[in-house]
């Protein structure tokens, strides 16, 4: 049975850091992080692929979010710097089969429940 197990969110101020985890029970094209704010659509933040460590993020976060993944544990992080008001949402884990060079807009196969960032004012 596939699974994806988001951890780490939680409750912050502006300017704090958070690392958010996502464990997956088998190896994938690529694994991404995805968010949802309240009244909000759910936007990409960022993906990386398992072979090649390609690594692709949104425009909004880019030089504050870092993703990584370490092939020992199948588990993937994204580092969280610098944090603002407007990060506030559900970080979803997602993971992908196909190979596509485009992050961004590739089918995601599987979705974690997600886990709550809020960022204080």
């Known amino acids: 049975q596939v699974q994806l197990v988001e951890s780490g969110g939680g409750l912050v101020q502006a300017g704090d850091s958070l690392t958010l985890s996502c464990a997956a029970s088998?190896?994938?094209?690529?694994m991404g992080w995805f968010r949802q704010a309240p009244g909000k659509e759910r936007e990409f933040v960022a993906a990386v692929t398992w072979r090649s460590g390609t690594k692709e993020y949104a425009d909004s976060v880019k030089g504050r979010f870092t993703i990584s993944r370490d092939a020992r544990s199948s588990t993937i992080s994204l580092q969280m710097n610098s944090l603002k008001p407007e990060d506030t949402a559900i970080y979803y884990c997602?993971?992908?089969?196909?190979?596509?060079?485009?992050?961004?807009?590739?089918?995601?196969?599987?979705w974690g429940q997600g886990t709550q960032v809020t960022v204080s004012s």
């Open positions: 997602a993971a992908t089969l196909t190979n596509s060079r485009y992050l961004k807009t590739v089918p995601y196969d599987y």
């Open positions: 088998f190896g994938w094209y690529a």
